[in-house]
């Protein structure tokens, strides 16, 4: 599961984009008919285009999970904090593992103890148990971004290569990330006053290797790839599953598919 | 805890302070928008408050980023907001909008009402205090009838543009919350609307303890038909605003989105005391009904009419627990949109601290603060009438 | 024009000049250069160091130990899964030595039991299984074997072999409920097994009157169900008497 650096030029239909999006074309509109003011002018903005993944990027990362293989070990969750640095206490996490169970009279029990690094407790009378399965979370790297939208100050934003990222260096430390993250994804390191989040181990990406999760899942649940590549793991994963995302309706294009997906799962 | 919420959000990244940052600037739009009542609608019995709302509106812009800078990680940083504001951020036209309000309406239209007095006050005085004053006036001393015309004209002015600015900056902060569509207790598209009205009230509220108490303290006679105006004023507002919640309270009782079961359980289990208790009976319910009973201009005729210094009372009580109500609205909103988890399964707690940044100290001083700076404004620029100074000795 | 305009225009003016000033002083230099944000930023998070250092380097060095495991049932479970990250050995060999989980504990974190665990993953129960004996002593963590190998129609439906080997009716062959041509190992989609397609099938164990032990579950085949087949509202590979 290597990540394919080859820079093809056929490339999935979702590496292209138009030029202007919509909340491109609303701002224009605004700023045509309002007039913007003079605060705003002296102020050098560039290009929202920047700002969208794939353009001219060699790789458009994305993830894929398949439910069916998670066994809720743990692996990833204990991996990424060895790997990013992550504090043991108090709880954050990057990534994490949840378990559900749907009993028979409609109930439905999540809980994910310590993010499920420490595996999980037996469920409490099985007879009732309708259906039960893990589901393991991370940051959808989403392609609308709701934490890169509401960053005032730019510190957090999509690379080129699709991976939402967090500048600790010029991060004021505002928590309006924190509260725009639909997934529950990004937390505040209490260390560094930041606002931390899943990087896709971006380090590792930048030296061919696949994120810590990936590497250590021992089911390959989870699978790391290239959106812009027909040729990798990924692309096999979207082509053979039907693929869910977590909360479509919230519109935020995420880059990370779940494959067999409940649908009490958000 | 209470069912399942995300590792991660066992801890309410918004404080207490991020409660008093809405609070606070809701009571400098609320001031301002009286003290344009007196200057642009022509409101006569409001004009003793006209100077007062304007000090207080300045006296509690200053205090308002207080709480945002100290709740940052790196309150060191903040500048950034002004370097490199990401245009798509709600919150990254904060700087501009507050730099707006203060720098071109507020601090604008002050000067323009007391460069008359600034001037006169360097004239009489001697020393440092002459020096101070000629600098207020920025050394613009000519008090020529046409000069002060042109004042009165220019402040008349910058309240116009002040009103829609005014609205702006508090339903901005009200757009900061109604724009995140992750969290179903924030996101509608009434919020800044409900954030402003509210804004109103507690403005109004206010300036009616702060000119009652700040009268009886002087030992001057208050202005009954002026607090029986902010009375009435104070009264339909709340009317509006109320409604306007209800509207809001309705509508997603109706359309009973995926979110209403855990919001449902919000409300009558961790807001209860705050939003069932404090916000709608105490600090909305109870004032409407004690202001619609004693108001002259609200009561029926042949009601028998209250004695002024029972009234006073009666506004000063109302105005104290509609400040209450609309602290719980706030925290009903930046603690409550926190108490539940995103993923709709369960309930999380919040418990204040009371030492440290973000303690119940911190934020005890910072709604303290503003009072002492209005202390220290009143004594530079006096708001009475009856400091009015004579008319200037022809030169 | 009147004084004070001029007056505050000064000074307005003079504030936006600092404004603008301190502005150009500050911003960082490669903001904006791919977005907005601090271009510096990616590289300096992509020069983070490493922790785990990927399957691929372990091989370099243990090719034997990583040429068994790859043709093993655990190929698809990377050295750093049990021996944690490891890039520090990586560059420095001789030193720094990963640590080798033995005890009990470790192997049951993916192979001891859990309902909510996919049905036909490997499990076992941590406290009945071979009590106190560590898991390596029967099996190499290299080249795990379960104790039988797969074989016959478990070869291609290994997950409904193992969840019907912990079922009641583990004893059953699959060709006593299929009938299966010797064809479909050859072309498993054009020939297919067949399924029970009567009641009376599952009848012969499970009706009233059969002759068949007294333990096993007995209902009316005429009136129990509502007419459909057995197989439609029961898993037959893990049968439920509820």
Redesign the interface.
Known sequence: MMVDSSTSLDREPTATREPVDRRDFLWEALKASLGVPIALSVIRVPELRGMQAGGDAEHLYGMGIDIRKCIGCGRCAQACKNENDVPDEPHFVNTWIERYVIRTDGEVLVDSPNGGIDGFPPIEEEGGTLRTFFVPKLCNHCEDAPCVQVCPVGATFITDDGAVLVDEEYCIGCGYCVQACPYGARWFDPVKHVARKCTFCYHRLAKGKVPACVEVCPTSARLFGDLGHRANPLARFLRFNEIQVLKPHLNTKPKVFYANLDGEVR | MQ?????????L??SLLIVLYPYLTGLVAGAFILASLARVFNVKEVEPTYRLALLTALAFLIVAPLP?LA?????E????????????????M?G?VY??YL?VVLL?EI??DY?RDFVLRAREATGPRKWFYYALT?????LSD??LR??DK?GRWITIIGIPSAFLLHGYVGF?FGS????PWWSSVLMPVVFLFSAIVSGIALVLIIYLVATLFRGKKVDMGCADKLATFLFFAMLVDFSLEMLDFIHRLYESE?SIEILSQLIEGRLFVSLIVLQVVLGTLVPLIALGVVSPALSWRGTRKVPAEVRRLIYIGCALLVQVGIFSIRWNVVIG??LF?????GLTVYKAELLGVEGLLMAGALVILPFIILGLLVKIMPPWPEDELPAPPEV | MPQQVTRLGIAFVALAVVFVAVRQKLVPDTFGEAGHYRAAAVDSIAAQPLQYAGHEACTMCHRPIAEKRSVSNHSGVSCEVCHGPAAEHVAAPGSVKPPAPRERGFCPLCHGYNASRPSGFPQIDPVAHNPMVPCMTCHDPHAPEPPVIPGACRACHGQIASQKAVSHHATLPCLTCHDAPDEHKASPRTLRPDKPSSRDFCGTCHAEDAISPSHIPRVDVSTHGEGYLCWQCHYPHHPEAE
Do not use: C, V
Request: net charge positive; no cysteine; aromatic share 18%.
């Open positions: 069912g399942y919420i995300y590792p991660n959000e066992f801890e990244r918004w945002l709740h940052l990680g790196h309150p940083r903040s500048y950034e907001i002004f370097l490199t504001p990401n245009r798509q951020s709600a919150m990254a904060f501009f730099a707006w720098m604008l000067w323009f460069r920025l050394g613009s001393t000519d046409r000069a042109f004042d220019a900061i995140i569509k992750a969290n995926e949109g926190q988890s995103k993923s709709l399964r």
